[in-house]
């Protein structure tokens, strides 16, 4: 188990490497230029062409990913804050530290005050939104999944099929009419800023809310497929006609195989939940990660995305090893090597 | 069957007709059934998939689903309508009143929990005892079904035990609760047949040792032999005969009976002597129940006043036999035994397959970036035998001895790694399928085991099998290839409007039917021949037999027949490769496989073999242990590790010498042949019990 750890860290610094490599060279492909950006649209070319040339950005696309490689990791100094280009650029921790990101274009600051402030507010976000989906979509599932075809099985699947197909911003927005503009029990936006009188808890209860219905809804979807398949197999019928109670035999012989099949589809939600979930932010005005990177995306603000892109994809690859890890623990038929 | 339960019946089934619900309407699986089990007696269902066995089994537990249901009768087990029965008394029969001995223990045992646990719960629940008691029951129960070490068992996983092993404990689990009555339900199906006779000699000490009432369920007649007392047949949801065991072998008093009974490959006959009696036509479909007798339509005396009008009442055949058949006096007028009479091809020659020093080794390179121990597993060590024109050569042996890897050597599915393999004077053993010339794709074609999984569902039979032909140039045009279709539809005795079905609406033996007739599209040389037969029901499987048998006679294809199935290869086999672990441990021609001298593997192997005559007495003699892994085998004889008649260490150390035995038959062995010829034969017949004639 240790050694598979170990070859699995291994193998994510690689991934990372070669994501933001990839990333580096795609932006290549964008419009427009640091320089230009760092300038604006208002400044003369003349201007742009001196920092261009200051920045190094003529140099081949290998050199410029070691620069920036050295920059993250602390060893190069980061160019932009370089006083004599006087951009008053400056980064509070200093130009040269491990885990220097660079400066954002966009916001004009150091990538590190910019992206931590809106992982923790999607963080938050995500994880009342997953702590709810888990348990709900492990009951409903397990429930409807039991008996297939029953009641209580066709209305689950139902419910769960038409939350699942109602997109985020029409269910955003009918529950804003309804508990908003209707009732005026919440509030429209969720800026996360005390300000407007509302308190921050009840800013977080509409996007939650609309995250759970369209998440769980396709979760619970899985469960119950799992679980009607477990019911099926012989060792449910060896567990029945053993004389056990309809209830043991779930509890002690279904459920744990009925979760192994969608464990991973579970844990592939926190993902969704980090990265994905921009519409959902657009439509509350959260100041969430996705909407930062759809900014930045739109900016072309390489530092902000190289930043968020290694971010996103540890999360990915962590929850990947948890997933494999919790796999093995689950199916004991699988030995991690 | 309709005598009045007795006052001792443990389980009477008195009318029971089982019916399954749907959306149009009723489909009858069980429509008039009567059966009485005393207490202490061994009683045997036999009878072909459909024929409602298992339905008749989870009727008894009460567990036909949602769709099922009990129309009619009563099923009393104990003194207790089980029929209807709440869901508490239903839980207090079920596991304490009989248990079940499932079918596949793979499938029947939770792969996410230890035994241990899934023993225990049986005691907690059913006695009420704690863990620790239960924990230890269960260990004792593990011991009496003699699984070494159970305490390492208790917390295994099934998976890490092998088949044998996880049908023992699925016996133990059902045995936990001491029930009444023990229902088996195909126990030793898809088991090999050295374990098979370890688990039936199991069955039958633990029945003397607590007194459990068996019902036991199969297809196999051998296996009924071995173990009952009674023996049942079911045909349709019908029970059609019933009899002492020794009576129903020897008297089978309806057709159907003794149509499977003539279907069963026998120890005493092959090919030259009698040739199997399939029975007509398929079963009909539920819903398509014939009025009156339900074999009438198969029926060779079917005669419509007398057979198909009402319901056929039982009859007294004999003491304790009855049987449902209006004309069961009149049986050996329309019941011939050698109706068609196969006349085997002769063997010739003229060689068409050789191996020379034929091995195959996986090399499994298991660790991390090509570091740690690499493994070898040799499948295939050192083959040399061959085929002549026109001969069966049958390759025999259990599960992981190597003889499905020759065949797709053979077949070019596979690279061997060392040795020749010559086939019409090519080598093949290094060329694969796609580099093979059209005519040697064509001179060697292969059925598989599992018809089901070889056609493609999406296109018709007639367009799989035309396929072949265009591939190997035999025919072109549409006019053509639907004439050489319809004339290999015919050569297989297949009606040709099924060439424009899909294999979805085919039944199994239709299937393997297509699977040969696609073989023949290209007029092969070669024909290997993977288990064709062991998926499919023993009526379905005699006329498979005869077919190839028929199919050779006229085009004097040579074949390789792999199978694990012994009485199968003495009827069809000329000669016979024995292989254990990837070695060839005997061959010779099939006679003196099957009688002394014998290898010491073949001589376990056939007192293993479940013999389909209660007359037959084999010699007892069993395997310890599991066959081992392939992998690092052992450097002298492959088989000396289960040896029964292991001389010492020179068995271990040094390969065995490969001894010549009259006939062409070669025996490695360390023990000389004069030595290994001085064994009692394993079948002998015993005087038979008083009113039972010998077989007709």
Redesign the interface.
């Known amino acids: 188990m240790g050694g598979y750890i170990i070859?699995r860290g291994a193998s994510l610094i690689l991934t990372l490497f070669a994501a933001s490599f990839l990333v580096f060279a795609v932006t290549e492909f964008s419009p427009s230029n640091v320089a230009r950006k760092t300038l604006g649209p208002f400044a003369l070319q003349s201007q742009v062409d001196i920092l261009y040339e200051k920045l190094g950005l003529q140099d081949p696309l290998a050199v410029r990913y070691t620069r920036w490689l050295g920059v993250l990791l602390g060893l190069k100094a980061d160019p932009l804050q370089d006083p004599a280009l006087g951009l008053q650029f400056k980064d509070p921790r200093g130009d040269k530290y491990f885990g220097n990101f660079g400066y954002s274009t966009l916001y004009k600051a150091p990538v590190n005050d910019v992206i931590w402030s809106r992982l923790k507010a999607t963080a938050a976000l995500a994880g009342i939104a997953f702590a709810l989906i888990v348990p709900l979509s492990l009951l409903f599932g397990v429930l409807a999944g039991m008996r297939e075809?029953s009641g209580l099985d066709r209305t689950i699947s139902v419910f769960g099929i038409i939350a699942t197909s109602v997109p985020e911003f029409a269910s955003g927005v009918f529950l804003v009419a309804f508990f908003v503009v209707t009732l005026g029990w919440l509030p429209g936006t969720s800026p996360l800023d005390s300000g407007g009188g509302w308190p921050i808890w009840s800013q977080m209860i509409l996007p939650v809310t609309v995250l759970v219905l369209y998440d769980a809804g396709y979760v619970v979807r899985m469960v119950r497929g799992s679980m009607a398949e477990v019911m099926n197999?012989?060792?449910i019928?060896?567990?029945?006609?053993?004389?056990?109670?309809m209830r043991?035999v779930v509890v002690?012989?279904a459920v744990?195989?009925a979760m192994?099949a969608p464990f991973t589809v579970i844990l592939l939600q926190i993902n969704f939940l980090i990265s994905g979930v921009v519409v959902t932010e657009m439509v509350f005005a959260y100041p969430g990660f996705g909407r930062m990177i759809l900014d930045a995306s739109l900016f072309g603000d390489i530092a902000l995305i190289e930043a968020a892109t290694l971010i996103a994809l540890t999360i990915a690859i962590l929850t990947q090893l948890v997933s494999d890890v919790g796999y093995a623990v689950?199916?004991?038929?699988i030995r991690l090597? | 069957m309709s005598a009045p339960p007795a006052p001792d019946g443990l389980l009477v089934l008195d009318h029971v007709k089982v019916e399954y619900v749907s959306s149009v309407g009723a489909v009858t699986a069980i429509p008039d059934l009567s059966i009485t089990i005393r207490a202490g007696e061994s009683y045997g269902l036999v009878g072909e998939s459909g024929c409602g066995k298992s339905t008749l089994l989870m009727a008894i537990m009460g567990y036909l689903g949602p769709t099922g249901r009990i129309a009619n009768g009563r099923i009393v087990f104990d003194g207790a309508d089980v029929s209807a029965a709440d869901p508490a008394s239903l839980a207090r029969i079920r596991g304490r009143g009989c248990s079940i001995v499932y079918q596949d223990p793979n499938a029947a045992l939770n792969p996410t929990l230890t035994i241990g646990k899934q023993l225990i719960e049986v005691p907690m629940l059913h006695e009420g005892v704690d863990a620790k008691t239960a924990r230890a029951k269960a260990r004792q129960i593990l011991t009496d079904v003699h699984l070494p070490d159970p305490d390492a068992v208790l917390d295994r996983y099934p998976h890490q035990l092998s088949g044998g092993q996880k049908q023992r404990v699925v016996i133990a689990m059902a045995l936990l609760a001491n029930p009444k009555l023990l229902l088996l339900d195909e126990p030793t199906t898809g088991l090999d047949v050295t374990v098979e006779a370890a688990v039936l000699d199991l069955v039958n000490e633990l029945r003397e040792k607590y007194g459990t009432t068996l019902l036991y369920i199969s297809h196999n007649l051998g296996v009924i032999a071995k173990v009952c007392d009674r023996v049942g047949v079911m045909y349709l949801g019908d029970l059609v005969e019933e009899a002492p065991v020794h009576e129903l072998f020897a008297n089978p008093r309806h057709p159907y009976t003794r149509r499977l009974l003539a279907c069963v490959p026998r120890l005493d006959t092959d090919k030259h002597t009698t040739t199997f009696l399939p029975i007509p036509g398929q079963p009909p479909s539920l819903a398509g129940r014939p009025r009156g007798c339900s074999f009438g339509p198969r029926c060779a005396g079917f005669d419509a006043p007398r057979c198909g009008v009402a319901p056929i009442p039982e009859e007294p055949a004999g003491p304790g036999h009855g049987v449902r058949c209006v004309r069961w006096r009149e049986l050996d007028q329309f019941e011939k035994t050698d109706a068609e009479h196969v006349a085997p091809a002769t063997p010739g020659v003229e060689q068409v397959m050789r191996s020379a020093d034929l091995s195959k080794v996986y090399d499994l390179g298991n660790a991390f970036m090509g570091f740690g121990s690499s493994r070898q597993l040799i499948a295939n060590e050192d083959l040399s035998f061959q085929a002549n024109k026109g001969e069966i050569l049958a390759i025999v042996g259990e599960s992981g001895s190597g003889k499905s890897t020759f065949a797709r050597i053979l077949a070019g599915l596979q690279d061997a790694s060392a040795g020749k393999l010559m086939v019409l004077g090519d080598d093949l053993s290094r060329m694969p399928a796609h580099k093979r010339t059209l005519e040697q794709l064509a001179a060697v074609q292969m059925v598989f085991q599992n018809p089901d999984a070889t056609l493609n569902p999406s296109h018709t039979a007639g367009f799989s099998i035309g396929r072949a032909l265009k591939k190997f140039g035999i025919a072109q045009s549409r006019k053509d290839l639907d004439a050489r279709v319809k004339e290999l539809f015919g050569m297989v005795r297949l009606s040709p409007h099924l060439a424009r079905q899909r294999p979805g609406r085919l039944s199994g033996g239709q299937k393997q039917r297509v699977a040969i007739a696609r073989a023949f599209a290209g007029d092969p040389k070669l024909l290997v021949a993977d288990e064709p037969v062991s998926a499919l029901d023993v009526s379905v499987q005699a006329a498979i037999v005869n077919l190839l048998l028929q199919i050779q006679a006229r085009n004097g294809a040579t074949i390789v027949f792999i199978s694990h199935d012994l009485a199968l290869v003495r009827h069809l086999a000329d000669r016979v490769v024995v292989m254990y672990l990837g070695r060839v441990m005997e061959m010779g021609p099939v006679s003196s496989i099957f009688s002394p001298p014998y290898h010491p593997y073949t001589e376990a192997l056939l007192a293993a073999v479940p013999v389909p005559d209660p007359t037959v007495k084999q010699k007892h003699l069993r395997l310890e242990g599991e066959p081992p892994s392939p992998i690092n085998v052992p450097l002298g004889c492959r088989f000396a590790a289960r040896c029964p008649r292991k001389l010492g260490p020179v068995c271990d150390e040094t390969p065995p010498p490969e001894q010549a035995a009259p006939d062409g038959h070669m025996i490695a062995c360390h023990i000389p042949v004069a030595v290994l010829a001085r064994v009692t034969p394993i079948f002998q017949r015993v005087q038979t019990p008083a009113g039972a004639a010998n077989p007709s």
């Open positions: 070859k075809g197999k012989a060792y019928r060896t567990a029945v006609l053993k004389g056990l109670p043991d002690r012989h744990r195989n192994i689950l199916n004991p038929q090597a």
